[in-house]
């Protein structure tokens, strides 16, 4: 069984907390992890992105000189693809789809690669629970402040109202459900921050 630790409202280690080794003790496969968060970020691309082709090129069509006798290059309209302002041959085109296929098995041994190495370098932690009173911003910002948390992803096992709100301005600060925690995000937050129950839940989604 792997351990992690669990966190005082301080931000210090209180005791650990065992978690399965097939989430939380796997050896780090940094090639899968590499592919998943690359089709990661592929798969929100819009790909709304478009050029015009030397067709739709606002151009006249009349020859620029004559073909010969001039000294120069032979041309025959200015929308050519070789010109400066000319049409693309192959225009990137507003249905163009960035979209990369990852399997399930893949992407549940990448999440669990990307928890073991989190809990290797010791930026994931545990604790009970998280919750604010009121969807006060400061009121979270000053249970952070106190343990030490600054930029930090947090997993929680249940979202209210209130916490999604309290978190929403907190420009480093992400709260999710175990379902909505996604490979780019653990990677790129500093702190990982994981209730017991999600624990549980992770477990259950990746073993």
Do not use: C
Not at 183 to 198: D, G, I, M, N, R
């Amino acid at each position: 069984m792997a351990q992690l630790e669990l966190l005082n409202e301080q931000g210090q280690a209180a005791s650990k907390v065992d978690a399965a080794d097939a989430v939380f003790g796997r050896d780090y496969n940094e090639a899968l992890v590499h592919q998943v968060v690359v089709a990661y970020q592929a798969n929100a691309r819009q790909g709304t992105r478009a050029q015009k082709d030397r067709e739709q090129v606002k151009h006249t069509t009349k020859k620029p000189w004559r073909q010969k006798g001039t000294g120069r290059a032979r041309a025959g309209m200015s929308s050519s693809p070789l010109w400066r302002g000319g049409g693309r041959i192959f225009p990137n085109l507003p249905e163009e789809n960035f979209a990369q296929k990852v399997n399930k098995k893949m992407y549940r041994a990448a999440m669990a690669t990307i928890f073991s190495q989190l809990a290797r370098e010791g930026r994931l932690a545990v604790v009970d629970s998280i919750a604010v009173e009121a969807p006060k911003t400061k009121l979270l910002a000053a249970k952070l402040k106190a343990m030490n948390l600054d930029h930090v992803l947090v997993i929680a096992d249940n979202v209210d109202e209130n916490l999604a709100l309290a978190s929403r301005n907190l420009p480093n600060v992400l709260v999710v459900e175990p379902r909505y925690a996604d490979p780019l995000s653990l990677v790129h937050y500093k702190k990982v921050l994981v209730t017991k129950a999600a624990i549980d839940k992770l477990q259950e989604m990746f073993a």
